[in-house]
């Protein structure tokens, strides 16, 4: 199975949280043909645009980094990384992709932009707990 590349990997991550090129481009600053560009691997995303992208869209920085700019890939270790990292991204592509949850849950866009950086802290391991965490977030506004 071939692995998918950087444009494919940003266009799945885009649709899942239902952005347009166009409602990116304007999260992060930047025109919308450059995501299109960026999508059909035509350019290349700068390191500050690339950590954007990653984090706009709860993706993992390293496979984007490893992706995007692949001569970088002897100088970076991945096989001597603990495996724990590489759930995270898993967690919420399966949360992102399971929009029946989402729905049901009424989660909004912008609790899906607070999830998806406390996904970053790495200790989110299935879809269930961003739900709990979401349900404890909501619990302490109202009170």
Do not use: C
């Amino acid at each position: 199975m071939r692995e998918e590349t950087f444009g494919q990997i940003l266009k799945r991550a885009r649709q899942s949280l239902g952005l347009s090129q166009q409602a990116l481009a304007r999260k992060l600053g930047v025109r919308a043909s450059h995501i299109g560009y960026l999508e059909q691997g035509r350019r290349r995303p700068s390191l500050t645009l690339l950590n954007a992208l990653a984090t706009t869209l709860g993706v993992d920085k390293e496979r984007l980094f490893l992706l995007s700019h692949p001569e970088a890939k002897d100088l970076i270790r991945t096989s001597e990384r603990k495996p724990s990292k590489t759930r995270q991204p898993d967690a919420w592509q399966k949360l992102l992709a399971d929009k029946a949850t989402l729905i049901r849950n009424h989660v909004t866009e912008k609790e899906l932009k607070v999830l998806s950086h406390v996904g970053l802290l790495g200790s989110v391991l299935q879809p269930r707990d961003y739900l709990f965490i979401l349900n404890s977030i909501r619990q302490a506004v109202k009170e």
